[in-house]
């Protein structure tokens, strides 16, 4: 399958500094990436769809100012934490869907767990 | 907007026994598509098995095969022969045909009992 690759995997950071995750696709291009949060023993919540080329789309509930996406490439899209608070702190992971699936699964990286101290 | 419902926060099977994780989702469309994924302590997410909504038969991947009642809006997911590496988190997720973001189910975790 399609590999997506995301760094870094741990980070800790202090509180008001700004965190910078990378989400890419190694082995196809993906216009499109999809970033997820996770709290603990919680569900995947999607914050964002990022389009290359283009501006982000957020969901509802999201502060694009606090997390600014950027897709300058078709292998690569990041996540910026800005101002990061303790309340930042959980596991982002990215996806993308592979190139020429029909099936519509997405294959994710393997994470990132950002803790703000 | 789709939904989807895991309502087993927690489930556990004896080693090599059968199990049967419950999915019910909602969707306007009639075009998606229907996953469960395995997320161990590494948090890696892990396709486990798909299911197009347009098939009939239900998917099966090993000792991994699905029960899909498309009229009931039911996708559960049976485990045979329990192994203890199957213990992790499964979701389940849904998604519309087109690029669009799966929607995930809260999840359920299984312990699997030596």
């Known amino acids: 399958g399609a590999v997506v690759s995301q760094h870094p995997s741990r980070v800790i950071c202090k509180s008001g500094t700004s965190v910078k995750i990378e989400c890419r696709s190694l082995?196809?291009?993906?216009?499109?990436m999809f970033w997820y949060r996770q709290f603990p023993k919680q569900s995947l919540m999607l914050m964002a769809t990022?389009?290359?080329?283009?501006?982000?789309?957020?969901e509802q509930g999201v502060e694009k100012d606090k997390f600014l996406i950027n897709h300058a490439s078709l292998t690569l899209s990041t996540l910026t934490v800005t101002s990061a608070h303790p309340e930042d702190s959980s596991f982002y992971i990215c996806?993308?869907?592979?190139?020429?699936?029909?099936?519509?699964?997405?294959?994710f990286g393997e994470g990132s767990r950002l803790t703000v101290l | 907007a789709q939904t989807v419902t895991q309502s087993q926060p927690e489930m556990s099977v004896q080693e090599a026994e059968t199990v049967t994780l419950s999915c019910t989702y909602d969707?306007?469309?009639?075009?998606?598509?229907l996953f469960w994924y395995k997320q161990p302590p590494s948090r890696q997410m892990i396709l486990v098995i798909r299911?197009?909504?347009?098939?009939?038969q239900n998917a099966t991947e090993n000792r991994f095969s699905v029960n899909f009642q498309k009229a009931a809006k039911s996708f559960s997911l049976k485990i045979s022969d329990s192994q203890l590496g199957d213990a992790a988190m499964y979701f389940c997720?849904?998604?519309?045909?087109?690029?669009?973001?799966?929607?995930f189910g809260k999840g359920t975790r299984l312990s699997v009992i030596a």
């Open positions: 996806s993308a869907r592979g190139p020429g699936t029909s099936a519509g699964e997405l294959f």
């Open positions: 082995d196809f291009q993906a216009t499109t």
């Open positions: 990022s389009n290359e080329g283009s501006k982000a789309t957020y």
């Open positions: 969707t306007s469309e009639s075009d998606y598509y």
């Open positions: 299911q197009e909504a347009y098939k009939q």
């Open positions: 997720a849904s998604v519309n045909s087109g690029n669009t973001p799966l929607v």
